[in-house]
């Protein structure tokens, strides 16, 4: 069974930088073929994919935020941090980190949600 | 920048059929799948490669891709599938996109 956890801080100052835990079970990256993302919503709004690290350590990122993301993996200890740098209000959202592997790139299991608030 | 348009909202009385639209361009070369997304809980995945219903989501939900448009289709509607519902395309160059979602009304 693949679980998925978030974790960080609920409360960040606009031009803070964010970091976020995902700490995972049923799956590991030496499993190849493998890969961890984290989607955000914000409040009433849709989905937005951010960032992606696979089973060798590639990374992609949303263009529209790529220069303030950063994605990192821990395949010992069976992690993934997101890094956003610069927040802002209007990041204010539920982060999650989901699991790709044999669903033709579509995210099959995911965590419960951080909801992570930016505000002064 | 790559887009798929989703109407805002549908409605559908139970027992009915409903089919929630997707439309973005030559979507039927990408990767298609579909989420349940219901209020304070994270995404299901529904539908996943256009067609296929990964173990445990019901019978009565089904996708399909065509051209620049792919259908969730969900058959003999039933109350607890009153959720949003989000499209997502994947291929190399968009990596992974998302819909704007759809609220199902089911009334």
């Known amino acids: 069974q693949i679980t998925l956890k978030e974790s960080g801080p609920t409360l960040v100052k606009p031009t803070q930088t964010l970091t976020l835990t995902c700490a995972f079970s049923?799956?590991?990256?030496?499993?190849?073929?493998?890969?961890v993302a984290w989607v955000r919503q914000p409040p009433e709004k849709a989905l937005e994919w951010l960032a992606v690290v696979y089973w060798d350590d590639d990374r992609r990122y949303s263009p529209s935020l790529k220069n303030r993301l950063t994605i990192t993996k821990d395949t010992s200890k069976n992690l993934v941090v997101l890094i956003m740098t610069n927040m802002d209000p209007v990041d204010t959202a539920t982060y999650y980190c989901a699991h790709s592997a044999d669903s033709g790139w579509a995210f099959d299991s995911w965590g419960q949600g951080a909801l992570v608030t930016v505000s002064s | 920048s790559y887009d798929l348009t989703q109407p805002p909202s549908l409605s559908v009385s139970p027992g009915q059929t409903v089919s929630i639209p997707c439309s973005g361009y030559?979507?039927?070369?990408?990767?298609v799948c579909w989420y349940q997304k219901k209020p304070g809980q994270s995404p299901v995945l529904v539908i996943h490669?256009?067609?296929k219903r990964p173990s445990g989501i019901p019978e009565r939900f089904s996708g399909s891709t065509s051209g620049d448009t792919a259908t969730l289709t969900i058959s003999g509607t039933q109350a607890i599938d009153e959720a949003d519902y989000y499209c997502?395309?994947?291929?190399?160059?968009?990596?992974?996109?998302f819909g704007g979602g759809t609220k199902l009304t089911v009334l």
């Open positions: 490669q256009d067609t």
């Open positions: 049923g799956f590991s990256f030496n499993d190849g073929s493998v890969s």
């Open positions: 030559e979507l039927v070369n990408k990767y």
């Open positions: 997502q395309a994947w291929d190399s160059n968009i990596l992974w996109v």
